[in-house]
């Protein structure tokens, strides 16, 4: 057989190219292994690259030597062995060294390690910083690097000078809106400090839209109310004005018929003072129906003006004074405007019961149910003292719909 020294130039030229790829396959190895500090693998790719590399300087000597006089006891040893023994090692270090090199790159991709998770940190569109209490920055991902280059023109080296750079938590840059969250937290017995910048850009304009909305319906809720006023205004006049027309024409038809009235004749003169006297008599009962019926104009003017659907289930009852009548305008007023600000509803339904010794007013709308309890408050609150005050109550039920309950006290007979 052939020893590997007398083999021919070209042929050791390949095993020399062999044992250097060997070579440089281990110290990958053992820096991959190194990286993700698995240090039982890095002691394996040194022992795998040691003969790998002794190799190769045996055939770099044999070379640089041209004979076995000049070389040494250990080069001309392996030198003399059968160039099949040769291809034998290297085939079993090519196979051990690709085991090893394959096993690294497979941990690699398959394995959370430190070099994934800031890989996937990289990739995420928002910040992250991790910095000690001295300012030393132990993580950023590149988008928290990119955000404090354009925030300070400076490289993110310090993590307590950034924050104190930035300022305010929410910042615009380039036409994004970015809010910047910083806390404290302890690892190992070790105070450590993080931030996190997130993109609001979206959130941001559609909290502003909403904030402009609320201000327009603001301004429409005053312009409703100035409008309901001015509604309220103009029955008012209207129904004045009829009632001055009313009481003139029949003052004037009782005036002509005691002018025209026989002095003489008494039983004309009795007829004509208890006309006089049932007309003041029905002057009064109608003005006090055209109060209701104009309170209910009010109501029903505001209504459609918000665009609700008024329906009356029962007729007002006769039997409450007034102050009780205008609680329960009031009531049904404010029941009205919160149907439709904080239920959207469409409707909004108002019955009269009368249960033992109280009238049950109900005000029940269509509109979305609250979640949890009710607690009265503006409006609401200021009617439920107002009703305490005249011993009446207030209150109210979320079941199929939501309902608005004022029980007015007044005892039979």
């Not at 002794?54 to 000597?61: G, K, S």
């Not at 404090?148 to 300022?167: E, W």
């Not at 938590?169 to 690892?187: C, H, N, P, Q, Y």
């Not at 009238?359 to 009265?376: A, I, K, Q, T, Y």
């Amino acid at each position: 057989m052939i020893s590997f020294a007398t083999l021919a130039v070209l042929p050791r030229a390949l095993f020399a190219l062999w044992a250097l790829l060997l070579c440089l396959v281990n110290i990958g190895s053992g820096v991959l292994a190194v990286l993700r500090k698995r240090y039982r693998y890095t002691a394996a790719a040194l022992l795998l690259f040691a003969p790998a590399y002794l190799l190769w300087q045996v055939i770099f000597d044999i070379a640089l030597c041209g004979g076995t006089a000049q070389l040494t006891a250990l080069s001309a040893a392996m030198g003399a062995w059968q160039w099949l023994y040769w291809l034998l090692a290297m085939v079993v270090l090519t196979a051990a060294a690709g085991l090893l090199f394959g096993y690294n790159v497979h941990f690699d991709r398959t394995f959370i390690t430190p070099a994934t998770i800031k890989l996937y940190l990289d990739k995420i569109p928002c910040g992250i910083c991790c910095w000690q209490e001295n300012g030393r920055v132990l993580f950023s991902n590149r988008c928290m690097n990119e955000l404090c280059a354009a925030l300070t023109h400076q490289t993110l080296l310090n993590g307590n000078q950034f924050r104190a750079a930035i300022g305010e938590d929410i910042v615009t840059l380039d036409g994004k809106v970015w809010r910047f969250v910083s806390r404290e937290m302890e690892a190992d017995g070790e105070r450590l400090y993080e931030m996190i910048a997130s993109d609001i850009t979206r959130e941001y304009a559609t909290t502003r839209a909403l904030e402009k909305d609320k201000e327009d319906l603001a301004a429409l809720n005053r312009e409703l109310w100035e409008y309901y006023r001015s509604i309220d205004d103009s029955v008012k006049r209207q129904e004045i004005l009829q009632a001055k027309m009313n009481i003139h024409d029949e003052m004037n038809r009782l005036m002509l018929s005691t002018m025209a009235a026989d002095t003489a004749d008494t039983v004309a003169l009795d007829d004509i003072f208890a006309l006089w006297e049932q007309n003041a008599l029905l002057l009064c009962r109608d003005a006090d129906e055209k109060q209701g019926q104009r309170q209910i104009a009010s109501l029903e003017s505001l209504a459609q003006a918000l665009g609700v659907h008024l329906v009356w289930r029962a007729d007002l009852p006769q039997e409450l004074g007034d102050k009780q009548k205008e609680l329960v305008f009031t009531t049904a007023q404010e029941a009205l405007i919160n149907a439709l600000k904080h239920a959207q509803a469409k409707t909004l339904e108002i019955d009269f019961a009368r249960e033992n010794e109280a009238w049950l007013c109900s005000f029940s709308n269509d509109g979305s149910l609250p979640r949890g309890e009710v607690h009265f408050a503006g409006g609401l609150a200021n009617i439920a003292l107002l009703a305490k005050e005249q011993g009446a109550e207030l209150s109210a039920e979320a079941g199929e719909k939501f309902t608005l309950i004022l029980r007015i006290y007044q005892p039979n007979g």
